[in-house]
């Protein structure tokens, strides 16, 4: 069966750097999340969409935008990225009902040096 | 704003049952308990999902009572590859909170 793919695998950026990290949903799935994990942490919810358009923000800082395109794809774009910023990015997928199950992606491991 | 809670750690041996329970005291009428599990550098997968009473699927069982307050993972048979961290959440489509992963479980099988 088809997952959630996110692209890139790894990227390797330096401070004030910008980055685009991409992920492509499950076919027929409607809604997009994206989460942040740093080392030995929990992952934080940064921001969905639903139907192409934005439905629910989370801690997502305001260097960050994201936005989910017509084919369902969505991407998210980091500027002046910081040490900080260095961690897993996830992206999940679901189709909305009330009962939602989020589908995950291999995540994009993003180090800002 | 997590509204659930789970034991820090827990450990156990191959073939063991193991029950990881995780509270939810402020759990709304219509919120589903969902729990997920998660290996190191990997996203999180999608175990088990119920609303009340017994689930059970090819992987694992969801106990839940009645006044529906916890809820009880329970993973028959462990194995060394059972060792992860398993998340509890609970929300619906209309609970913001449902997106928010509280501290998980980790758990430890040993040989």
Redesign the interface.
């Known amino acids: 069966a088809a997952g959630?793919i996110q692209s890139p695998r790894h990227l390797i950026k330096e401070k004030r750097e910008t980055a685009t990290l991409k992920c492509y949903p499950i076919p027929r799935h409607d809604t997009v999340?994206w989460?942040q994990q740093g080392p030995g942490q929990?992952?934080?919810?940064l921001i969905?969409f639903y139907e192409k358009m934005q439905s629910?923000k989370?801690s997502i800082p305001d260097r960050f935008s994201a936005q989910q395109f017509s084919d369902y794809h969505s991407e998210l774009n980091m500027s002046s990225l910081e040490l900080g910023d260095s961690a897993?990015y996830?992206c999940?997928s679901s189709l909305?009902?009330?009962?939602?199950?989020?589908?995950?992606?291999?995540?994009t491991?993003l180090s800002v040096l | 704003l997590a509204k659930t809670t789970q034991p820090i750690s827990m450990d156990s041996y191959e073939g063991q049952e193991v029950n990881i329970t995780c509270s939810h005291n402020n759990i709304a009428t219509n919120d589903y308990i969902t729990w997920y599990q998660q290996f190191p550098s990997q996203g999180p997968r999608f175990i088990i999902q119920g609303y009340k009473t017994k689930v059970t699927n090819e992987v694992a069982s969801l106990f839940i009572p009645a006044d529906r307050k916890s809820s009880t993972l329970s993973l028959p048979r462990v194995s060394l590859s059972d060792t992860a961290v398993y998340y509890c959440l609970v929300g619906d489509t209309a609970d913001f909170n449902k997106f928010y992963f509280g501290s998980g479980t980790k758990l430890n099988v040993k040989p």
């Open positions: 959630v999340y989460y929990d992952p934080q919810f969905s629910d989370g897993l996830f999940a909305r009902d009330r009962d939602e199950k989020l589908f995950f992606g291999s995540g491991q």
